[in-house]
């Protein structure tokens, strides 16, 4: 993210709008952390649905605890109803296993995911509102508005990853792992990171420019995410079947297109309401 300074209008924001966006780069640093602990103590197919389900709601609570009660039309009610409805389907699976610690873990990540789209929101608006620093264009200062404080989030992460390394037992663990040489493995990785990337610089734009009613709109948007994974990894089934196998009954595919279209309809809603 660094090498966007050049580009915006960088600077130092004032006491507040540090202090939000501070809040939310602890939020998803520690969020990260007990995320990987999820995944390695239960099935990340299990997991996944029960955050997905959590965090909208958590968010709508939140939005309404920290800016107040939103007014949001029927259509987008209806439409927030659908996608959630849409995300939870086609990413369930049966046979979770439920229990205090499944709950607990599954709760306290979905919690900081929430937090830090709450503290991002009020970070960009913060900033948006008291920056005497800045001089330039409409289109400059709007990029400045989302880009400057994303950036100061990436320097505080990355603050906290490096006091990790103080502890003896997280740098053997680390620099105990081999390196992979493998040319194909080393560009698969770089893309993975790559899309990521990107996709964490879109999700906060996101964030950035939504209105506040919408923020739980937003974040049950996840829905088509697993819509794209579905039907891309049908395709990849298809032509690359060595690699890429799904055992699918007739009842989980019934289930996902039954999904899909829950989603569908209601990102239609939305763009009615638009």
């Known amino acids: 993210m660094l090498v966007f300074i050049p580009f915006v209008n960088f600077g130092f924001p004032n006491g507040a709008t540090f202090g939000w966006i501070f809040l939310a780069s602890l939020a998803r640093f ?5 995320s990987y602990v999820a995944v390695k103590k239960f099935e990340i197919s299990k997991i996944v649905p029960s955050i997905g389900a959590m965090q909208p ?6 939005t309404w605890i920290f800016f107040g009660p939103q007014i949001i039309s029927t259509v987008t009610i209806f439409a927030f109803i659908f996608l959630l409805a849409g995300s939870i389907m086609i990413s369930f699976e049966e046979n979770i296993q439920v229990n205090k610690e499944y709950l607990g873990t599954t709760f306290l990540v979905a919690l900081l995911a929430s937090f830090d789209f709450i503290f991002s929101k009020l970070a960009f608006l913060s900033f948006s509102l008291t920056n005497p620093w800045f001089t330039g ?5 709007e990029f400045s508005v989302f880009m400057t404080p994303f950036i100061w989030m990436t320097i505080i992460i990355s603050f906290f990853a490096v006091l990790m390394l103080l502890s003896k037992n997280a740098r053997n663990e680390i620099f105990s792992e081999k390196i992979v040489s493998d040319k194909k493995n080393q560009i698969i990785f770089l893309g993975a ?3 990521g990337g990107l996709g964490g610089i879109f999700y906060n734009l996101s964030i950035s420019l939504a209105p506040i009613a919408f923020l739980a709109v937003i974040s049950s948007l996840r829905g088509v995410q697993y819509a794209f994974l579905f039907v891309l990894t ?11 196998k799904e055992n699918l009954s007739r009842k989980i595919i019934i289930q996902k297109i039954s999904a899909i279209l829950l989603i569908i309809f209601g990102l239609i809603l939305l763009a009615v309401v638009q």
């Open 57 to 62: 709601i958590l968010i709508f609570i939140l």
């Open 234 to 244: 049908l395709v990849l089934s298809v032509f690359y079947s060595k690699f890429f």
């Open 30 to 34: 520690v969020g990260l952390y007990f």
């Open 193 to 195: 990171q790559l899309s």
């Open 137 to 141: 264009s409409k289109n400059l200062f």
